[in-house]
């Protein structure tokens, strides 16, 4: 059951993507033959990664709830972003690129209510996971999945227009804030969010 009331403080980033697309950083050997990097718009695709034994939208991660939230984020229009090692799931990030689709999930899940300029060539970040198993394999603090998953994906955004990719990380969460500086986000503010049973609010505050 949620709780009554619930206030929490989030760091607020922000990615260049075009900064990192001359890095060609040379695969580390981690024990596998073979690395697949998938882009994944809809479930009728992710059915066919499933049909060649690549699935994701099964796996208990983090931020897939039930084993159903990356299934909805698909049908809500949000693109994720895989690595498999061999046909093993090993590193996921997700990205909204429309307020339509921010505010669809939104509405279905706790999602935080981040401000993103859509129009100005801006996307937001979601989901970022890497499989336990991979950990420790990393470069400057990062994790070596992490950053092949971000070098792929930067790729793909930048050959559709978009330059600055916005985040946020809830303040327990060093890790995650570890992870985001490693891979040169910069943070440019803080947000509050606030939620009594259905009412919730949410205020930025920049840097």
Known sequence: MSPIF??????LYEYHVKQDLGS???LRNIGASEINFKIVSSNQEADKLESENLKFRSYP????YGLTTYTRWLEQ????????V????AAIMWIVASQETQDRIKDRTKAPGVRVNYANHEALSRGVWVNPKYRGLGLYRGLWLHRYT????DRHLAGIGIDLVRSCIDLWNRTGMDLVRSVGSRQYGRAREWRILLWKAWKETYM
């Open 6 to 11: 619930e206030c929490k403080t989030y760091n």
């Open 24 to 26: 060609d950083e040379p």
């Open 61 to 64: 991660t983090d931020f897939n």
């Open 77 to 84: 229009g949000a693109t994720a972003f895989c690595t498999f």
């Open 86 to 89: 061999g046909t093993e799931f």
């Open 150 to 153: 971000l070098r792929n994906r």
